[in-house]
């Protein structure tokens, strides 16, 4: 291909990488926090509060509704919020 695509590879990387992170990030806490209070952003303050800040942040919509859907389903993960 060439140098002008290796470049762009690299770069594309880098991106993604951060945005996984990101997106990780916020469906971690979105699951966490709709599991204990409830998975309807109306009746739930802190998932709205949430579900806003990822919005602000550019995560994508079907990150979100998983994380809720997930939080919704029995089984999976439980990320419990803990300090060190």
Known sequence: ??????????????????KTK????????IYSVAKSGGSDPEGNL???S????AKKDQVP???IEKAID???????ED???ARY
Not at 22 to 29: F, I, P, R
Not at 71 to 76: M, P
């Open 1 to 18: 291909m060439g140098r002008a695509f290796q470049n762009r590879k690299e770069s594309m990387a880098k991106t993604a990488g951060q």
């Open 22 to 29: 990101v997106y990780s990030k916020y469906g971690k806490a």
């Open 46 to 48: 802190a998932l709205r």
């Open 50 to 53: 949430l579900i806003d800040k």
């Open 61 to 63: 919509t079907h990150v």
């Open 70 to 76: 997930k939080a919704n389903g029995a089984g999976g």
């Open 79 to 81: 990320y419990a919020e």
